[in-house]
């Protein structure tokens, strides 16, 4: 059997020509991301690509934020100091804001819905106000005076929109809007 100090991993030489405007993007991902050397960017673009972090952005675009992030301003009210900051800053706002619109409690979201559904999602926002765990089927059937399959359809077009999530206590399943 092999020890561990046998079993080094095999090293793969590469050489790389590029062109100048290649050669100029390979130096600006190496002082962006203060990395020592050219093996470096190397491993550190393999790794971006492979896990799928690699974004292609419109020069124009580029630009334009590269100056906005210039600003000494903006690096010390919101702490970026780079484009990836920018970006991951970006996609977290665009989710929060999409989690605000995409909710059961949005008035204009609930409007996208039937008649009969919004009455099952006002119910179940209003029960929720009132029941700590969580509403059952059985608090909507209530409330609503109306079949239960209408509302398990309900429910279940819900959680298929990611808008309803559920839990299960004591043998009842409780669900609640986000």
């Not at 030489?13 to 600006?28: G, T, W």
Request: proline share 1%.
């Amino acid at each position: 059997m092999l020890s561990n100090d046998n079993k080094k991993r095999k090293k793969l030489p590469i050489r790389v020509d590029l062109d100048e405007e290649d050669a100029e993007k390979f130096q600006s991902i190496q002082e962006e991301f203060k990395l020592k050397n050219k093996a470096e960017v190397l491993r550190f673009c393999v790794n971006k690509v492979y896990h799928g972090m690699a974004l292609e952005i419109d020069e124009d675009l580029y630009n334009e934020i590269n100056k906005i992030i210039s600003s000494r301003h903006i690096k010390i009210r919101y702490a970026i100091t780079n484009i990836d900051d920018f970006i991951k800053r970006a996609i977290s706002e665009f989710l929060a804001t999409l989690k605000k619109e995409w909710s059961l409690k949005n008035w204009s979201m609930r409007q996208t819905l039937s008649q009969e559904e919004n009455d099952t999602a006002v119910a179940l926002l209003e029960l929720q106000l009132q029941k700590i765990p969580g509403v059952t089927i059985k608090d909507l059937e209530e409330y609503l005076k109306i079949d239960s399959n209408i509302i398990r359809e309900h429910l279940g077009k819900f959680m298929e929109d990611a808008l309803l999530d559920f839990r299960e206590s004591r043998g009842k399943i409780y669900y609640y809007a986000h």
